[in-house]
């Protein structure tokens, strides 16, 4: 029902930046929250940056000063922008969003992109 379209991942040298786009097939402002996880090879996925349907937002330790999630609710489109990359960065970066839930009895349903690889050279 929900599509998330992940885009702008890419290789990149350490320093530099990169933009990535998630869009959505719906409204996000129906969205709970939206994030940005990424996983990189032989590791868990974690956390790297969320907005909430209020527009707060929150970041990975490992990102904060330098990613920057923010939202274009015209377009649909959650975006993560990247500055001062490092190799430690190189992961495939996904798109989630979780439906709002109002009741207890509401359960919360989540949705994934497909991931966009994000490489950063030495």
């Known amino acids: 029902q929900v599509q998330l379209v992940e885009s702008g991942g890419g290789l990149v040298q350490a320093g530099g930046s990169l933009r990535l786009s998630c869009a959505a097939s719906?409204?996000?402002?129906?969205?709970?929250?939206m994030s940005w996880y990424r996983q990189a090879l032989g590791k868990e996925r974690e956390l790297v940056a969320r907005?909430?349907?209020?527009?707060?937002?929150n970041y990975g330790d490992l990102v904060k000063g330098r990613f920057t999630i923010s939202r274009d609710n015209v377009e649909n489109t959650v975006y993560l922008q990247m500055n001062s990359l490092k190799p430690e960065d190189t992961a495939v970066y996904y798109c989630?969003?979780?439906?709002?839930?109002?009741?207890?009895?509401?359960?919360?349903?989540?949705?994934w992109g497909q991931g966009t690889q994000v490489t950063v050279s030495s």
């Open positions: 989630n969003a979780r439906t709002r839930v109002v009741t207890v009895e509401q359960r919360s349903v989540t949705y």
């Open positions: 719906q409204s996000i402002s129906r969205f709970e929250d």
């Open positions: 907005i909430n349907r209020s527009g707060f937002t």
